[in-house]
């Protein structure tokens, strides 16, 4: 086993997701909200894993995303995702936060997500 200060981030970031995704399993009455961060965007997909299909897909890269700062704009992801959802009849999801913190731009999209009427 390679001691923890050898590892690389992303190696531990990997790790990380794998213990959560063991645990955490979309369906189609209740698909996985999955959350993956850059340095710049953060992008948010809703899957069914026993189709093995995403479902809903919404992204900062959109040009109709709100906000100046990253954080305003993880919270108009959330909200657009919850929009689609309601559209498309889904109300129930699990959050995946992905190996990141629940915190910051990854907090903010669970909890604009809520607002929005999508319950987790």
Do not use: C
């Amino acid at each position: 086993m390679i001691k923890r200060e050898h590892q690389s981030k992303v190696n531990r970031l990997v790790r990380r997701k794998q213990r959560i995704r063991k645990r955490v399993i979309g369906t189609a009455a209740r698909p996985r909200l999955s959350v993956e961060r850059s340095v710049k965007h953060i992008y948010a997909q809703l899957i069914d894993d026993d189709a093995g299909r995403t479902i809903l897909f919404v992204s900062s890269t959109a040009k109709t995303a709100g906000g100046k700062t990253k954080t305003e704009k993880a919270q108009w992801v959330g909200k657009r995702l919850a929009e689609l959802a309601r559209e498309k009849g889904i109300e129930n999801a699990v959050f995946d936060r992905g190996g990141y913190r629940y915190h910051g731009r990854v907090k903010a999209v669970a909890d604009s997500a809520r607002d929005g009427g999508l319950k987790f």
